[in-house]
């Protein structure tokens, strides 16, 4: 089972900028399809942006042309970078397997982003 430790969230005015991180333990991470996913409060978790193994990209309509994923397999590390913030985008952040099958590692804490003036 790997492990996955998200960080990077914080308190950003709107407009604002952050860049999420996500480790995965181990070196099987890079043979995957990965995915950042949010959850906001009394909302269900919703996918947010999708990476495959040979660095192909989707992104929800929502944030498209502003949030950024990217990975580096040599490191075992996927990212997200969020621009130009908005207070919807407030949500606690998780990274996780992406596939047809709804099959995930076990969820990591996840990083909280709050976008607040």
């Known amino acids: 089972q790997v492990q996955l430790v998200e960080s990077g969230g914080g308190l950003v005015q709107p407009g604002g900028s952050l860049r999420l991180s996500c480790a995965a333990s181990?070196?099987?991470?890079?043979?995957?399809?990965m995915g950042w996913y949010r959850q906001a409060p009394g909302k269900q978790r919703e996918l947010v942006a999708t990476?495959?193994?040979?660095?192909?990209?989707n992104y929800a309509d929502s944030v498209k042309g502003r949030f950024t994923i990217s990975r580096d397999n040599a490191k075992n590390t996927m990212y997200l970078q969020m621009n130009s913030l908005k207070p919807e985008d407030t949500a606690v952040y998780y990274c996780?397997?992406?596939?047809?099958?709804?099959?995930?590692?076990?969820w990591g804490q996840g990083t909280q982003v709050t976008v607040s003036s």
């Open positions: 996780n397997l992406y596939n047809k099958n709804n099959y995930y590692w076990d």
């Open positions: 181990g070196s099987i991470f890079s043979i995957y399809a």
């Open positions: 990476i495959t193994s040979g660095h192909l990209t």
